[in-house]
């Protein structure tokens, strides 16, 4: 009865294993489809209602697909893993480097990269991977001394970016001429605004909801299992940045089919360095903030 009852608790908690770690899948592929089908899309129409150029939409989209990232960071930090997120974001920026690469490689837009506002934003996107890396080898602990460094460096990052385009990137396309020359304004766009900002409201409390969901699966994953952090961080890398990959593609698809393929490739750089330096700077900024707090 003694090996019997022995074999049965071993199942059982093999089996509540995997139904977690499906959990963890499951919640973890609603916070990336919500992403993907409902805040991408959304704020890409904000921002086109309010007549963005390519490198403003590419911002914000860096922002909205970095919302899995502050989510599972956030939420990581509050139940004590914050080298989970850490790894998270090493993981996440590395991959979302890779995707783009991938993404200028199959639309052939290799020779825009030769532009000297993409290097210099390239090399910056190299940055927010090693400085991660730096602290990793050393063995440097995410505490609140390494804030003001990381905020000093995200105000670097975008003064750079901003001036880098302003100087190597001077044309004015006759598009962005003419929604210059229009008023924004109208009352039309103020209903499409007001309208677009409701649905962020009900995108973002769907995945407040479904981040605290994935924040107790977290906790028993790593504490009940004793999966390490680095496991999870690198699997919630991997599945964080698939927002990233969508909105690579569709930029330069977009473009592309206007026969403006440096537009395309300058929202898809800005997304990624901004989605990097974001998730480096801010987000992992506030795991640290939490941690502390609830430490």
């Not at 690469?101 to 190299?126: C, P, S």
């Not at 089919?257 to 480096?280: C, R, Y």
């Amino acid at each position: 009865m003694g090996k019997i009852g022995k074999n049965i608790k071993i199942r059982g908690k093999n089996l509540n294993l995997i139904w977690t770690f499906i959990k963890f899948i499951f919640y973890t592929g609603i916070i990336v489809v919500i992403s993907k089908y409902l805040l991408v899309p959304v704020l890409r129409k904000l921002g086109e209602a309010l007549n963005l150029k390519p490198k403003t939409i590419g911002n914000v989209a860096g922002i909205a697909t970095s919302t899995p990232e502050l989510l599972t960071v956030c939420f990581s930090s509050f139940t004590g893993l914050i080298s989970a997120g850490a790894y998270n974001i090493i993981s996440s920026n590395i991959i979302n480097l890779v995707q783009y690469l991938f993404t200028v490689y199959i639309n052939k837009n290799q020779k825009v990269l030769a532009n000297r506002a993409i290097t210099i934003d390239l090399i910056m996107v190299i940055l927010t991977i090693a400085i991660p890396a730096f602290l990793f080898i050393f063995n440097i602990e995410y505490s609140v001394e390494i804030l003001p460094i990381f905020i000093l460096l995200f105000l670097a990052f975008y003064v750079i970016n901003n001036n880098s385009h302003k100087v190597y990137l001077k044309r004015q396309t006759i598009q962005e001429k003419e929604i210059q020359e229009e008023t924004k304004w109208v009352r039309g766009k103020i209903k499409i605004i007001i309208k677009y900002t409701v649905y962020l409201v009900i995108i973002a409390i769907l995945l407040y909801t479904v981040g605290n969901l994935l924040s107790d699966t977290l906790e028993a994953l790593c504490i009940n299992f004793r999966i390490p952090q680095w496991i999870i961080g690198i699997l919630l890398g991997f599945i964080t940045s698939v927002p990233e990959l969508i909105t690579f593609l569709e930029a330069q698809k977009h473009y592309n089919k206007e026969k403006q393929a440096e537009d395309g490739v300058i929202e898809a750089t800005n997304n990624l360095l901004t989605s990097n330096i974001f998730n480096l700077f801010v987000i992992q900024s506030l795991g640290i903030i939490i941690f502390e707090i609830f430490l």
